[in-house]
């Protein structure tokens, strides 16, 4: 078929870029593979974790100042179920809303995985086996990118977790050990902080948000802490893995010979087994036990309680990009 424009890639930077072109009057198609429109941001990123920083920051507001306004509150809890049904229905809002988009300017979606072919030349393998070849004018790629996982910490999204996993965490947990104090690691400690884990970020360089401006830095650094989050700067996490149902993170001091390695610990809250899918809904059950194992190091934080890990840090270097490989 013939088109003045495959974009590939339907998250913010594709969706976009279609919805643009189709208004300028070109013939659109917009290949995606996922299942629905909008890429990480909208289905495993920006909105979701918006949603969850909302709910929590209720639960907080409800159990530390409602009180201040004479609003007395017995027996709060949180029910974390409906909690990730609401983020599902928003993100569900956003999704719906782009379709809705993609028909107003008759951009067509061109469902499955796109591969870039010499002459400007697109192919879809559909999920039903098909294959559909695009012949455009301009090609868009638009690919986005994936977590990086730690050669020793493998997302298995059940206790190490990858900012999928870490929006479906279906019961609190006890720790919540996040590595990297970028964006990404700050707001979902602080949800999960705010509904009650303790929450352990670990950065190696000195100061959290690198990039950021220095007084952000330190006023961001200082709510943080007053928030209850445990921030570790200037440490290097060295080692890992998953102990029975705990984690553990090896550390040291991310300047000079002479580091002191510590150990953080945690036992695991469990996801019921099973692939996660990017785009799931459904909280699953959460199976919280004891685990205390013995650790080679200085012990900084060792905790029998339940917990989990995951890496944190939204910067180009940590969401590696993937748009040739995906291509493929
Ligand atoms: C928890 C979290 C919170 C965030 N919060 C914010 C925030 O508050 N503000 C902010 O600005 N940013 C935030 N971000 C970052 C933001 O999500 C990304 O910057 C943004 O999604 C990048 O958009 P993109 O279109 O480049 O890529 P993506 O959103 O990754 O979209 C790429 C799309 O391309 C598709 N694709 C890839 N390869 C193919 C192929 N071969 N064929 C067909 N389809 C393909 C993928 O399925 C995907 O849907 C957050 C990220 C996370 C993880």
């Known amino acids: 078929m013939n088109t003045d424009v495959v974009v590939i890639g ?156 870490a929006l479906i965490i279906s019961a609190v947990p006890k720790h919540l050990i996040v590595i990297g104090g970028g964006v990404i690691g700050l707001e979902l400690g602080s949800v999960w902080r705010r509904l009650g884990a303790k929450v352990t970020v670990v950065e190696l360089l000195p100061a959290i948000l690198p990039g950021m401006d220095d007084d952000i830095v330190r006023e961001a650094d200082r709510v943080f802490r007053k928030q209850g989050l445990d921030i570790r700067t200037g440490t290097k996490v060295t080692g890992g893995g998953r102990t029975g149902d705990g984690v553990f993170v090896t550390t040291a001091r991310a300047s000079g010979s002479t580091a002191t390695t510590c150990s953080l610990r945690s036992g695991g809250s469990r996801r019921s087994p099973g692939s996660m899918p990017r785009r799931s809904a459904s909280p699953s059950a959460h199976a919280a036990r004891s685990s205390s194992t013995p650790s080679s190091g200085r012990t900084c934080l060792t905790s029998s309680r339940s917990g989990t890990v995951f890496p944190g840090r939204c910067s180009p270097t940590r969401l590696r990009r993937k748009a040739s490989s995906r291509l493929k």
């Not at 009057?25 to 299942?35: A, H």
């Not at 100042?65 to 983020?87: E, F, P, Q, S, Y």
């Open 10 to 165: 339907g998250g913010p930077g594709g969706y976009v870029a279609a919805i643009r072109a189709a208004q300028l009057g070109l013939s659109t198609v917009c290949v995606e593979m996922d299942r629905t429109l909008g890429g990480t941001c909208v289905n495993v990123g920006c909105i979701p974790s918006k949603a969850l920083l909302d709910s929590s920051h209720h639960f907080e507001f409800m159990g530390h100042d409602a009180k201040t306004h004479g609003i007395a509150l017995a027996d709060l809890k949180i029910d974390v179920a409906t909690m990730l049904k609401r983020k599902d229905d928003v993100v569900g809002q956003n999704t719906k809303g782009l379709e809705f988009l993609f028909r107003k300017n008759k951009i067509t979606w061109a469902k499955g995985r796109g591969t870039l072919k010499s002459g400007n030349v697109v192919d879809v393998a559909g999920s039903d086996g098909t294959t559909t070849s695009y012949q455009a004018k301009h090609v868009i790629i638009a690919t986005g990118s994936v977590p990086v996982e730690l050669p020793f910490l493998k997302f298995d999204e059940q206790r190490i977790l990858s900012n999928v996993g």
